[in-house]
């Protein structure tokens, strides 16, 4: 390794300790920036990464009862999934940046005990003991009774589960803070509010609205479509939103400015299966000088009707300018903020 010039203290690893806030177990992975993780125009980490990197890491830290997991979760009859999901990214990382990706337990719900609220945090590494926090997130999971087709209730944990969730649990019931998120977008001014919506936005017409048909490459063991999905409709219905506006911005190598996500919220009401149809709409949730808020809704459809809503989100972006070293907000481009104020309806 150290000949063909790899540094394994610095490039990979996992790690096991009792480093979390409330003297729990902390689980950390460390690996190299992808090149597929570098899709946003800078070529910087686009943010739908950490949700599938919440899910690597949440399954490789239960890797000890993998071996007795696997098994029951083949048999169709139980599942683990995902209730909500919440990220926070106060950084930015680029290709060949390492990134530390740690979990924890944080809570166990539920009168059958069966529910677990799961932090995450992921951090550049600057040097072998040195690091910058880039993002936090968290995700609400509950092990379930599969009871039809894309159906489940919650049930009580096998024994093995819940023996390995109290190991993993909290030693003290005070939550300490956890480590200051500061980073070049934790302060970002979006300045102003343009234009917020007063009542639900969901009562007024969407801004757009994009059909995606799901197949088993969406899919995962449970046989569901995997919760990382939503995050990846809801980055594409942007990006062709916008692209639709303004596609000059997006037709150039040399990238000054983009839209960056700052917060991505999502919850999970129902599932979704392979082959089915998802319709994921839009809408306006506030217009600001530098940013802009998005309201989604996601819909089980089937020959344009819909069926079933299958989940919700929020999403918190800016506009932003990028100069040597650094990342500052600026106006959003005039074609934006004028669809935007019109509320244009794109439909595909």
Known sequence: LKKFGFNRDLLFGVNLDYSGPQKQIAFTQRFPVSFKSSQSLSRRVY??????????IRENSIYPIVNKLIPDIETGKWAMVTNSVQLKIVGEL???DVVESRVWLENILGNKGSTFDLCFEWRR???????EVVAFGKQRVTWVKITGYGETASEHLPEYVKIFMNLMKPQISLINPVADLVGKLSEINRGKELLGME???INSPPLFEQIFSTTLEDSNLVGNIYFSNYSKWLGRTVDLYFYNLIPEY???????????????????????????KVSVRMYLGAIYECGVDFHFEFY??????????????KYKAAWVKYKNDSTVTIGLPSQMVESLSNREVFKK
């Open 125 to 131: 590494r600057l040097s072998l003991n040195h690091y």
């Open 250 to 276: 997006y037709r150039t190598t040399q990238v000054k400015e983009e839209l960056v996500c700052l917060d991505c919220d999502i919850n999970y009401l129902s599932e979704a299966m392979p082959f089915d």
């Open 300 to 313: 089980r459809t089937k020959e344009n009707r819909i069926e079933r809503k299958l989940a919700y989100a």
């Open 47 to 56: 943010f739908t990464n950490f949700f599938d990197w919440m899910g690597a």
């Open 94 to 96: 680029k290709g060949n």
């Open 199 to 201: 009542k639900n936005p």
